[in-house]
């Protein structure tokens, strides 16, 4: 599906991930990683530096800034397509090429966007990694991940893989075979989903800004119209007012849509990214990475979607 040569696959998100790291780095390396990523990566960042590796974090939709953190050391840059929450996009395209042109690796996780909405290979990303958890399973009753990339490459993490046991067993990947024959159909309703609901949500009166990539207002919209196949993702967040209490309610109020950490699946899921991260970050932190009370995270799911937005609206009610 990612047009790569091989493709491993791993008892997890997180096994892939850092599978793939502690392959490819060693102590006295340089790497550049996005700031906007999985927040368990973040965490992972801090072993890495435990290790010896220099670490340097950026915003990368800003290229001009990214052009200057290389060094002679540099040797992988790491990147997710959409960001979690608030789902910025990257230009991969221009940032493969600022890798290569320093000789180095660019990694990309592309959960949120799956090789239905893009191919990171085909934009000249040398290594695309998944968690299988989420869209590929489809319904939040397995975890698994997936490194793919050239055959070089793949030699070079093979060893790790095996001694790091992150193989996935047999009974998962008999699951996700059976997800990924409607990986397709599931993709495509959940994909129009969240189109329809993103513009429903923004003519909610409690709802103060909606982030998706499909509406025109958001700042990478002409980006993602370019490198973004059959949509704009399923992942949707948008604010409120930041009040705990009313937050509270509004969650417990939503009838057809739950409230579940993980994302992808064919339910329609939310997530208060404040409180998942609250014990892993400091509320500066999290306020300096647009974390708030008031921000939800939406996964969109495929029931109905007079049903989705009839929900939100009755939901959103305890705002006013």
Known sequence: MENGEITLICSSGIADISTTLF???KSGDHAIFSKDIYGET???ISMLRNFGIDITTADFTDIETLKTLFKANTKLVYTEIMANPLTQVVDIEKISSLAHQHN???VV????TTPFVIKPINFGADIVIHSLTKFFGGHSDVTGGSITSSKEIINKIRH???LLGAVLDANSSWLIHRSIKTLGLRMKAQLNNA???AKALKNISAVKEVYYPGLEEHPQHKLAEKILSNGYGTMISFRVEDNRDKVDQFI???KTVKYLGTLGGIRTTIAHPVSAFRGEFTNEELYKMGLTEGLIRIS???EDINDLIADFTQALEVFV
């Open 23 to 25: 392959s490819l780095l």
């Open 160 to 162: 790790s893989y095996l």
């Open 300 to 302: 969109t799911g495929a």
């Open 42 to 44: 973040i965490e992972l």
């Open 104 to 106: 180095c690796l660019t």
């Open 109 to 112: 996780d592309s959960t949120f």
């Open 195 to 197: 189109y329809t609901l």
């Open 252 to 254: 417990h109020s939503l």
